[in-house]
């Protein structure tokens, strides 16, 4: 087995043990990258010299006797709307081909604290709007399991990254599911985070009332892990939550007693029968090893597609104003006067979907249509968190398919925006109520990963790993074989 191949987990203590050095943990991937990136396409930026500077640092520290934590010398891949001081971070879009931050974003800095290694700069939908990656400006990401289909998104080269060896971990963000979807699609482990526990500081925003940075990784560990490095108050964002956070790194593999809710919503006619029952196989099984099911019904979120799509592109169109060829970026090459470099710096910066939700945005706020659309969308978002809150009274987590189909393929819904924003008709109450969402792998159909979503009330993240160790544990340890790819 080559080091691409393990988990951090294992590799932490491949490192303790000194069976190997960070330096050739980023080689491995490094080697994998170059095997395989020409077809998967997961990354817009390879930062090889600052992976193999950083690994080397981690060997001084081990050499010199200094202890290591466990993402010391782990390679991750960072979603490129992640601010990285001095990398290139575009947010897959022209508006920002050449923007190199001058600051790291939180996340940014805390991993860097903790000695890990940054192999590149991860593909997305441009603007993290879209669930395919196909509306990134530079390229398309395949699906590591089927190079003919799309690996999800809008965090898409995170997700493929990681299923393919890419790299051992991920960041991604999610707003409606730009985390959990890809996840599902490409076979591997994502969490969305509760809204407030991890900073959002330089992340560039899409919909700040809904943006959540969060992990991706090939077991529950190292998701754990990498979670619990970036969660936590930050002054820089002062809608982070002031608590104390456990370490993530102990899990209770007992479910006995637990009460899994399964809202017969998220099972309805638009969902995949065969993934309906491969969430059933995975809830019957924790059910034999002591949890308790219960049907329920979370009649909201019929709603709540359409609420999203109001209340994110309302957002967008204030935060994207920022984008005007004056501060950074993109600047139209020829103009007439101000007003006109604007106008031809927007029109040709930005791709289509990302005027689509501008314009969008942009209707929902204008006076006349303001309560219609978006005071009607913040109330919808009331109510569905009281509808969650009641929920978790008579049960301590529900669970539900992250999306409704496998991985579709390339192309097939570029040109149809109604059916690619319902790829996250399972994914977005989760963000509307702010919170905790874990999609992990719960089986094969057509060839192609099909993933569980487990959701719990605010700060429930332990919870979700517990039950995820163990139903990781009832499927003999492992939830994510890696692709071939040969
Ligand atoms: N697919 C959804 C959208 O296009 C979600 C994106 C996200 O979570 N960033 O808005």
Not at 199 to 215: C, M
Not at 389 to 411: G, K, Q
Request: glycine content about 10%; charged content about 25%.
């Amino acid at each position: 087995m080559s080091l691409y191949q393990h988990t951090a987990k294992e590799l932490h203590e491949k490192l303790l043990k000194k069976e190997c050095s960070a330096k050739e943990i980023a080689e491995s991937v490094f080697a994998r990258i170059d095997a395989c990136e020409e077809r998967v396409g997961a990354y817009v930026t390879l930062e090889r010299e600052g992976a193999m500077a950083a690994a080397q640092a981690v060997d001084q520290k081990i050499a010199a006797g200094e202890s290591i934590g466990p993402l010391a010398g782990i390679p991750v891949a960072v979603k490129d709307n992640i601010c990285t001081k001095g990398v290139l971070t575009t947010c897959a879009s022209r508006m920002l081909y050449n923007f190199r931050p001058p600051y790291d974003a939180t996340v940014v800095e805390k991993l860097r604290g903790a000695d890990y290694v940054m192999t590149g700069k991860a593909n997305m939908d441009e603007f993290a709007m879209g669930s395919s990656c196909e509306t990134s400006y530079f390229k398309k990401t395949a699906n590591p399991h089927d190079l003919a289909r799309v690996p999800g998104g809008s965090s898409g080269g995170s997700a493929a990254a990681v299923a393919a060896g890419e790299a051992v971990l991920a960041l991604g963000s999610d707003t409606g599911g730009s985390i959990r979807q890809p996840a599902s699609l490409c076979g591997v482990i994502g969490l969305k985070p509760t809204y407030g526990s991890v900073s959002r500081y330089g992340l560039v925003a899409f919909a700040s009332s809904l943006d959540q940075i969060g992990p991706f990784g090939r077991c529950v560990e190292d998701v754990a892990a990498l979670y619990g490095a970036i969660c936590g108050r930050d002054k820089m964002d002062a809608t982070t939550a002031r608590r104390d956070y456990p370490d993530f790194s102990a899990f209770n593999g007992d479910v006995r007693g637990l009460r899994i809710g399964i809202p017969k919503e998220y099972f309805g006619p638009g969902v995949d029968p065969e993934v309906k029952e491969l969430v059933h196989a995975a809830l019957r099984e924790l059910e034999s090893a002591g949890a308790v099911l219960k049907e329920l019904s979370l009649p909201g979120t019929d709603y709540a597609l359409s609420a999203y799509y109001i209340i994110s592109s309302a957002e967008a169109s204030s935060n994207l104003a920022r984008f005007d060829g004056v501060k950074y970026g993109y600047r139209a090459e020829e103009y007439d006067g101000l007003l006109d470099m604007y106008e031809k710096t927007r029109s040709q910066g930005f791709g289509d979907e990302v005027k689509r939700r501008i314009m969008l945005g942009t209707f929902v706020l204008s006076s006349g249509y303001y309560d219609a659309y978006y005071n009607k969308a913040k109330l919808f978002q009331k109510a569905l968190r009281a509808e969650f809150v009641a929920a978790f009274e008579d049960c301590d987590l529900i669970a539900t398919p992250t999306s409704p189909t496998v991985a579709f393929r390339l192309e097939e819904n570029v040109d149809d925006p109604l059916k690619m924003y319902a790829a996250d008709v399972c994914t977005i109450a989760v963000n509307i109520a702010g919170l905790p969402g874990l999609s992990v792998p719960c089986g094969v159909s057509e060839g192609l990963p099909v993933g569980m979503q487990l959701i719990g009330p605010r700060f429930s993240e332990q919870r979700l790993f517990d039950t995820a160790y163990a139903f990781q544990q009832l499927r003999g340890g492992s939830l994510c074989p890696m692709p071939e790819l040969a």
